[in-house]
């Protein structure tokens, strides 16, 4: 296994960062798209290109025993945007691994692909999984819940509005949630072409039976950069509101839009029953509270909290 060469898209982003250091730990060799020059990494050869670059794609497939798919768009300003980085991205991916002959092909998408009625996002990601699902390659399907950890941009949001003491929440719901460190173990733990994984759709968490209330997710916030905080579930027409202004004070750099209050007031964002990997491949090692902990204690010591 230490000599497989890796091919991975999204590898600059929070999830693929987490994926590069665990496989420089585990011995993988790694070629990595990157829209922007690199610094030199031990063990990483960067390719530099994006999902729309043809050639950047081939040179990061070839001679490549596996393809990592990471690479996607979480937030854009209209449906255009998903649609160029989660469907056509993904596509031209799938047929550049094709025409390798790279046959193994592990895809990042996202627990909001179950329910794609609810957001463009989760339409854009269950559209991507389906151009995977349709190939002849040997694919493995990831939909993680929430992701957390160090650099992330996400959910930092949250953490500052514990600090403050108050954390507007949706509507009444649950969700799961993982470490970014047991979500980039499990992607490489997938790396091997067995019977267990390959056209299996899997949905990994923290392993907290029933996942967590919204409220109990902002207190256990609040425990970890040390305040009580009051968690004040609003109801969606407030949270409309809110998307708008946020729109309009950060423009496209809210994390607030209304594609994204569409799928966070669904009441139940935790794993399917036995969509979760076997057992003996990957199991959770990140207790949570201590996670949160951990990463609050990053965005301080990095001056983002």
Not at 2 to 9: C, G, I, K, P
Not at 17 to 30: K, P, T, W
Not at 93 to 117: C, K, M
Not at 121 to 144: M, N
């Amino acid at each position: 296994m230490a000599h497989e060469l890796l091919a991975v898209t999204g590898a600059t982003g929070f999830v693929g960062q987490s994926v590069l250091e665990y496989a420089a730990r585990q011995g993988f060799e790694v070629r990595a798209l990157a829209r922007r020059p690199q610094e030199a990494r031990s063990g990483v050869e960067w390719v530099q290109g994006d999902l729309g670059d043809e050639r950047a794609l081939k040179r990061l497939v070839a001679r490549a025993s596996v393809v990592l798919h990471i690479a996607g768009v979480v937030n854009a300003s209209d449906p255009a945007g998903f649609e160029a980085g989660n469907v056509r991205g993904t596509l031209n991916v799938v047929n550049t691994a094709l025409a390798a002959g790279v046959n193994r092909f592990i895809h990042v998408s996202s627990l909001s692909a179950r329910e794609p009625q609810l957001s463009v996002y989760g339409a854009s990601k269950l559209r991507g999984e389906k151009i995977v699902r349709a190939s002849s390659l040997d694919w493995t399907i990831v939909r993680p819940p929430a992701v957390y950890g160090p650099r992330d941009t996400e959910m930092l949001e949250l953490f500052k509005l514990a600090r403050r003491g108050l954390v507007p929440l949706p509507p009444a719901g649950r969700l799961s949630i993982i470490h970014v460190a047991d979500l980039a173990r499990l992607l490489l733990a997938l790396v091997p072409d067995g019977e267990d994984v390959r056209h299996m759709v899997f949905e990994p968490d923290d392993g907290r039976p029933g996942g967590w209330t919204h409220v109990e997710l902002a207190r256990a916030i609040g425990r970890a950069v040390g305040t009580r905080a009051t968690p004040l579930p609003l109801p969606r027409r407030v949270l409309d509101w809110a998307a708008r202004g946020d729109r309009l004070v950060r423009k496209d750099k809210a994390k607030l839009t209304p594609d994204r209050v569409g799928y966070m007031c669904h009441p139940d964002w935790t794993v399917g029953a036995g969509a979760t990997p076997p057992p003996a491949i990957w199991t959770p090692q990140v207790e949570t509270q201590m996670g949160l902990h951990a990463t609050a204690g990053w965005y301080r010591e990095a001056g983002w909290l």
